[in-house]
């Protein structure tokens, strides 16, 4: 399709005639993501020429076409120009219905046609491509209090336009990561935390019945729907960036408790697929990392469900759950620093802080030593797994793992090498200056580990640079005749004495 026919026809004000020129174009290219050098000039020119007649046609179909245009040109960054100024934003986010400062949008109503929507939604794809792309988009973003306007936008929007609500949430999630400025703002004077909290209550169906317990999901029920599921995935990220800036008070230690509580319940839920549920997962993780350690018993603190008494009756379904996250990423074998120590880190943590969670991670990935009779990092268990991550290449992930294991052992050195020997646990030691032994700085409880009687009756015999028994190693010299024994002694010699030269 020729651009300079579809200039030719926006100069000409057939606003009928772009739309079907532009319809053609739009068929063309719906899949283009690499453009043609020589004809950038041209597409900056269609870039204006589409603001253009988005300013002066009413008719939602001609929006909605010339929208979808934008779209596509917007994929590359060189012809942006026009649109990441005031006017060009202003524009989208008029056709968007955004109050901005400046400019105040139509309300989303309930009784708006399907042409209409399509028109906002479009709008609201053009502004997010923009504002990934343009580092000018984002600054007239934060100028205009696009964000802003986008959390007044979001409390009235209804969960029947789906598309709507999804790429506000996703437009709210580009801004808040691309200008610290803007997460600042949207956490200490838009009030985006609790905004954010009730779109996350709404969509995955939380139901209280505690002050921080919702009502367990039922095993029978089906899993989250795939659009409820991705409003929610866009609500998560948007949290997390926000929840990263200084938090204030009106971030209430309550209102960072439902935060977790929805977390736990999140946690215990499955999707339609089981990459989307990781996702998912990954996602409260992630979340649960950026909140203060304390507001952390809300996971293990579920009177109405109850708990085990073995941990003073504290609920432990949600940190196995995590315990299980970890060896599946571990299991992976890729991509450890972006999908691992996040979960690390947050176990670790919640372990430092919590008692029972501490002790309920150790029973199961540090449980009594009986079998030493292979070293710490060969074998199936998560000890295993974590001891081998102890020498990983990645200098996050091995401190990570190392970490984790050395707050199990309530950061004692003397226990952490019983589990991973000497060797493993060296780079660690040298980093906190504990290579002669002792402990960190964290306080614990006094119970002190018992040994097995099988780990006792074998202890004198494990070496404690690989953290295992060694058979002993045959004498070289037991097979050897007296001339062999002589010859490989002058053979030696003659190596020193090449040395020495």
């Given at each position: 399709?020729?651009?300079?026919?579809?200039?030719?026809?926006?100069?000409?004000?057939?606003?009928?005639?772009?739309?079907?020129?532009?319809?053609k174009y739009n068929t063309e290219n719906c899949h283009t993501f690499a453009f043609d050098h020589k004809e950038e000039d041209a597409r900056i020119k269609l870039?204006?020429?589409?603001?253009?007649?988005?300013?002066?046609?009413?008719?939602?179909?001609?929006?909605?076409?010339?929208?979808?245009?934008?779209?596509?040109?917007?994929?590359?960054?060189?012809?942006?120009?026009?649109?990441?100024?005031?006017?060009?934003?202003?524009?989208?986010?008029?056709?968007?219905?955004?109050?901005?400062a400046g400019h105040d949008g139509e309300p989303l109503e309930e009784a708006q046609s399907a042409e209409e929507e399509r028109v906002v939604v479009e709008a609201?794809?053009?502004?997010?491509?923009?504002?990934?792309?343009?580092?000018?988009?984002?600054?007239?973003?934060?100028?205009?209090?696009?964000?802003?306007?986008?959390?007044?936008?979001?409390?009235?929007?209804?969960?029947?336009?789906?598309?709507?609500?999804?790429?506000?949430?996703?437009?709210?999630?580009?801004?808040?990561?691309?200008?610290?400025?803007?997460?600042?703002?949207?956490?200490?004077?838009?009030?985006?935390?609790?905004?954010?909290?009730?779109?996350?209550?709404?969509?995955?169906?939380?139901?209280?019945?505690?002050?921080?317990?919702?009502?367990?999901?039922?095993?029978?029920?089906?899993?989250?729907?795939?659009?409820?599921?991705?409003?929610?995935?866009?609500?998560?990220?948007?949290?997390?960036?926000?929840?990263?800036?200084?938090?204030?008070?009106?971030?209430?230690?309550?209102?960072?408790?439902?935060?977790?509580?929805?977390?736990?319940?999140?946690?215990?839920?499955?999707?339609?697929?089981?990459?989307?549920?990781?996702?998912?997962?990954?996602?409260?993780?992630?979340?649960?990392?950026?909140?203060?350690?304390?507001?952390?018993?809300?996971?293990?603190?579920?009177?109405?469900?109850?708990?085990?008494?073995?941990?003073?009756?504290?609920?432990?379904?949600?940190?196995?759950?995590?315990?299980?996250?970890?060896?599946?990423?571990?299991?992976?074998?890729?991509?450890?620093?972006e999908g691992l120590t996040p979960v690390l880190s947050l176990m670790t943590e919640s372990s430092r802080y919590h008692r029972d969670i501490r002790r309920y991670?150790?029973?199961?990935?540090?449980?009594?030593?009986?079998?030493?009779?292979?070293?710490?990092?060969?074998?199936?268990?998560?000890?295993?797994?974590?001891?081998?991550?102890?020498?990983?290449?990645?200098?996050?992930?091995?401190?990570?793992?190392?970490?984790?294991?050395?707050?199990?052992?309530?950061?004692?050195?003397?226990?952490?090498?019983?589990?991973?020997?000497?060797?493993?646990?060296?780079?660690?030691?040298?980093?906190?200056?504990?290579?002669?032994?002792?402990?960190?700085?964290?306080?614990?409880?006094?119970?002190?580990?018992?040994?097995?009687?099988?780990?006792?009756?074998?202890?004198?015999?494990?070496?404690?640079?690989?953290?295992?028994?060694?058979?002993?190693?045959?004498?070289?010299?037991?097979?050897?005749?007296?001339?062999?024994?002589?010859?490989?002694?002058?053979?030696?010699?003659?190596?020193?004495?090449?040395?020495?030269?």
């Amino acid at each position: 399709m020729s651009l300079s026919a579809i200039l030719s026809e926006i100069d000409g004000g057939d606003d009928k005639g772009v739309e079907k020129l532009l319809q053609k174009y739009n068929t063309e290219n719906c899949h283009t993501f690499a453009f043609d050098h020589k004809e950038e000039d041209a597409r900056i020119k269609l870039c204006r020429g589409l603001l253009t007649v988005l300013r002066r046609s009413d008719l939602p179909l001609c929006q909605s076409t010339c929208l979808e245009t934008l779209r596509i040109l917007s994929r590359d960054k060189r012809v942006l120009g026009p649109v990441a100024t005031r006017e060009g934003i202003l524009t989208l986010a008029g056709l968007a219905r955004i109050c901005v400062a400046g400019h105040d949008g139509e309300p989303l109503e309930e009784a708006q046609s399907a042409e209409e929507e399509r028109v906002v939604v479009e709008a609201l794809k053009c502004l997010c491509n923009v504002v990934f792309n343009s580092v000018s988009a984002q600054q007239v973003g934060a100028d205009l209090q696009l964000a802003e306007g986008l959390c007044a936008y979001l409390h009235s929007v209804s969960s029947s336009h789906h598309e709507v609500g999804l790429f506000s949430l996703r437009l709210l999630f580009l801004l808040s990561a691309l200008r610290t400025d803007v997460r600042s703002t949207l956490r200490k004077e838009v009030g985006a935390v609790r905004l954010l909290t009730n779109v996350l209550e709404r969509t995955l169906d939380v139901r209280w019945v505690g002050p921080y317990e919702a009502t367990p999901p039922d095993p029978e029920a089906p899993p989250i729907s795939l659009e409820n599921n991705e409003r929610a995935m866009e609500a998560l990220k948007a949290l997390f960036n926000i929840t990263m800036s200084d938090s204030s008070d009106e971030d209430s230690d309550h209102q960072l408790r439902l935060i977790a509580g929805i977390m736990r319940h999140l946690l215990m839920l499955k999707t339609h697929s089981e990459d989307k549920t990781e996702e998912a997962h990954s996602h409260a993780i992630n979340l649960l990392s950026n909140l203060p350690v304390q507001c952390l018993d809300v996971l293990i603190d579920v009177p109405v469900q109850g708990g085990m008494e073995k941990y003073g009756g504290k609920n432990m379904d949600t940190v196995q759950m995590l315990l299980d996250f970890m060896e599946k990423r571990i299991d992976k074998g890729s991509n450890y620093k972006e999908g691992l120590t996040p979960v690390l880190s947050l176990m670790t943590e919640s372990s430092r802080y919590h008692r029972d969670i501490r002790r309920y991670l150790k029973a199961k990935v540090l449980p009594p030593l009986k079998d030493v009779k292979e070293r710490p990092e060969i074998g199936c268990t998560v000890r295993n797994k974590l001891v081998r991550l102890m020498t990983h290449i990645d200098m996050a992930v091995k401190q990570g793992a190392a970490e984790f294991l050395f707050v199990l052992c309530k950061e004692s050195v003397d226990n952490l090498l019983k589990y991973t020997g000497y060797g493993n646990a060296a780079g660690l030691l040298m980093a906190r200056g504990l290579l002669a032994g002792g402990r960190g700085e964290t306080q614990y409880s006094s119970d002190e580990d018992s040994d097995t009687d099988e780990y006792k009756s074998v202890k004198p015999f494990i070496n404690p640079i690989t953290g295992h028994i060694e058979h002993p190693m045959p004498n070289p010299f037991e097979e050897m005749t007296e001339e062999q024994k002589e010859y490989e002694a002058q053979k030696l010699v003659n190596m020193i004495d090449e040395l020495s030269r």
